[in-house]
Each structure stands twice: as C-alpha cells, then as structure tokens.
C-alpha cells in the first residue's frame, strides 16, 4: 500500500458518515443561502398596511380556472365593496372588528420553475411584476389568513377566489 492511504477496513465508518453528513449539509446551507440572497434584493421595502387603508370596489372579474363559482355568482360581486381600516374589515356580510393585516413580499415565479404558490402570475395575470406583494387578512384570534389579496398598485387589489380573478380599485374619497 502507498504511504498516505488507509486501508478500507482501518476507515471509522462512523466518522466517515458523519463527515458526509456534514459536507452534504454545507453543499445544501449554500444552495439555499445563494437562492434566498438571489431573491433578497427583489423585494422593496414592503409598503405599511396603513397605505392600502380604503374602501375599494369590485370593478372586473375574470375566469381562470375551473370553480364551483358561477360566472353569475362571479359576476354578481362587481359594484360591491371591501373597506379594509384599522379599526375593521369588512366584505359584504362579513366583518371583522380589529383585524391583524399581514403584508409579505414574494418573488415572482420564473417561466419553468416549480413553485408551490399560485399567485396570479401563475395564472398568466401580472407576469411582468419582479415580485408578488400580498396582503392577508386575520381575525384577532386566528392563525391563518381569511382573506388573501394580491397588491397591484397603490390604488389596487387583485383577489383570486375558486378560479376568479377579481379586480378591485380603490375609491376616491369625495
């Protein structure tokens, strides 16, 4: 045997396994470090929920996808309104008093990538956006969002419900 080599059978298979372990764990704590700093960047200061705070108005609706909602039922909601204030939320029959807003950032899908979110761009609407901001609407009591609406604009909410893309704008105060 050449002077440097271990013979196979004088190797600590434990060590050895436990060295791999840790190698494989590098190679995957880099790949995703360098995925989350490629996207770090591509989000800008997320904007206070405080600017979004206004009544708004269903004003399109458009299918796409398949749904249990009728294109009647879609588009019954067109001239309806969503007031979204601090002190409440409200959607047709439905309020919430002192709700918890949530805005997140998330990177834009690119074309070919699996991706777990089906955000509108998913869906062929607002491909050209670098990101997705999103605002969720709590109950003070729950863990999960009631109310999922993607940021356009300052002045612009999409919200994608049982294969409708409905597009709200806000109103103008008088």
């Known amino acids: 045997m050449s002077a440097g080599r271990v013979a196979p059978e004088f190797i600590d298979k434990a060590k050895w396994a436990q060295s791999l372990g840790h190698v494989a764990l590098l190679g995957f704590s880099a790949l995703i470090g360098g995925c989350m700093s490629a996207h770090a960047n591509v989000c800008p200061d997320l904007r206070p929920v405080a ?3 206004a009544v708004y108005e269903f004003v399109a609706v458009e299918k796409y996808r398949g749904g249990l909602t009728s294109r ?13 204030s601090e002190e409440f939320f409200r959607l047709g029959d439905t309020t919430i008093t002192q709700p918890r807003y949530d805005i997140r950032c998330h990177p834009a899908p690119v074309e070919g990538e699996v991706t777990t979110d089906r955000w509108s761009s998913f869906y062929g609407y607002g491909t050209e956006r670098r990101y997705v901001e999103v605002l969720d609407v709590f109950a003070a009591d729950e863990t999960h969002p009631g109310y999922r609406f993607e940021v356009i604009g300052p002045r612009e909410l999409w919200r994608l419900y049982d294969g409708w893309l409905y597009r709200l704008h806000a109103r103008v105060a008088d």
């Open 72 to 84: 009647v039922q879609a588009e019954a909601f067109v001239g309806r309104e969503v007031d979204l």
């Open 51 to 53: 600017d979004l705070y």
